[in-house]
């Protein structure tokens, strides 16, 4: 799977260039040409990584930096800045605004993917691998295969999906809205119920007769993904369900 980049700048020959060379490199691309305009793109769908220019019309490249820092779903995005001022203070203001790291103009394309690649390797790790593995639970992304040990699961586009982004951060709790969120879309019509049904039909494929479950249920909190590792025995693990 691509990963999703959202390239701001109001520099149209800049972003054309941008744009082009992500999508050489095998990023998926998303363009917006100022700040506002930046986070309503992020609303509909979050991005796997911001290039955020500094000098944007309206909105600067900084208060998009602290707004999308403020909301949760956006809390811990990726983020790049550009910036024409290479200034030393100026730059320590923008690190404290949350960037992930910086790109000063003019850039040459190599640095801005050698960058973009080494900021989504930190930040999620699995973007870079075909595979997700997580305690017996083997997923295969290319074929959108699940193997729990030996046996395959069979899951729907969207169970696939959950478990995904569940396989991705190991025993972190989510909320049913926060997976709404991720799984769903924010722009998408679901309600809350929904997530609790898919939950429940993906413990049913993940879990085979005897075996723990992987789905823990924190009440009033969410979810999480409980990692069983079939060659060790942990009693807490038994115990989660
Ligand atoms: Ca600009």
Redesign the pocket.
């Known amino acids: 799977m691509k990963p999703y980049v959202l390239v701001v ?3 149209a020959p800049i972003q054309d260039l941008l744009a082009y060379n992500l999508e050489s490199n095998g990023f998926e691309v998303g363009q917006a040409y100022d700040g506002e305009d930046a986070l309503l793109s992020i609303t509909e769908r979050v991005p796997d990584l911001v290039i955020l ?1 500094w ?2 019309p309206h909105l600067s490249g900084i208060e998009v930096c602290r707004r999308l820092r403020r909301k949760p779903a956006t809390q811990r995005l990726p983020i790049i800045m550009l910036t024409a001022r290479a200034e030393e203070p100026d730059r320590l203001r923008g690190l404290e605004t949350g960037a992930d790291d910086f790109i000063v103009k003019p850039f040459s394309m190599a640095e801005v993917i050698a960058r973009a690649r080494a900021v989504l390797r930190r930040a999620r790790p699995a973007l870079d691998e075909p595979e997700l593995r997580v305690g017996d639970l083997l997923m295969d992304l290319d074929a959108h295969r699940v193997l729990r040990g030996n046996r395959p699961l069979a899951l729907s586009p969207t169970e696939f999906r959950l478990l995904r982004h569940l396989m991705e951060h190991p025993r972190r709790v989510f909320g049913r809205a926060q997976l709404l969120d991720a799984v769903w879309g924010i722009n998408q019509e679901v309600e809350l119920r929904t997530v609790d049904a898919t939950i429940r039909r993906l413990r049913k494929a993940l879990n085979g007769p005897g075996e723990p479950d992987l789905l823990r249920t924190v009440r009033a909190e969410g979810y999480a993904l409980e990692p069983h590792d079939a060659d060790k025995t942990r009693p807490e693990a038994a115990s989660s369900a």
């Open positions: 700048e109001d520099e220019d000098m944007l």
